[in-house]
């Protein structure tokens, strides 16, 4: 089984923000020349941010490419993806570095447990191996 993480709504609400911005700029626009290269500056800092986010990622996809060879493995770590065999340098690079891990010393094995805040989840790691999880819901 195959679990995902949250992506929430993010671009939804951007481009809520970029319309809401585009309608009060053209009321502004209509009034003064001030307010029009406020929203000009506006758009183009939106246009920038965009664009270092999609230039980050591709620097990421570049690291993960070069990291695991194997393409489905990325994806699924780039989309936030944890599952059964997974290792913890996987999992960190899927999830990132985890709230809180507990250790234990077993008799056959080291077990650990991360706890993740976004997603509420536990996950439990035999040997840096994931072999479960728990939702915290």
Excluded: N
């Excluded at 209509?30 to 965009?50: C, E, R």
């Excluded at 990421?60 to 913890?88: A, C, F, M, N, P």
């Excluded at 999992?91 to 891990?101: E, F, S, T």
């Amino acid at each position: 089984m195959v679990l995902r993480r949250s992506g929430g709504d993010l671009p939804l609400v951007s481009l809520a923000i970029l319309l809401a911005i585009v309608v009060v700029g053209a009321e502004w626009f209509a009034h003064s020349i001030a307010p029009a290269i406020f929203f000009v500056g506006l758009i183009a800092a939106t246009v920038g941010i965009s664009f270092s986010r999609s230039q980050l990622r591709a620097r990421r996809l570049g690291r993960l490419r070069e990291k695991y060879h194997d393409d489905t493995l990325v994806q699924r770590i780039l989309s936030g993806q944890y599952w059964q065999g997974q290792t913890d340098e996987q999992l960190r690079d899927a999830l990132g570095q985890p709230r809180r891990v507990e250790d234990q010393m077993l008799y056959t094995r080291h077990r650990q447990l991360w706890s993740y805040r976004s997603p509420e989840i536990d996950i439990t790691l035999d040997d840096g191996v994931v072999v479960a999880w728990a939702s915290k819901e």
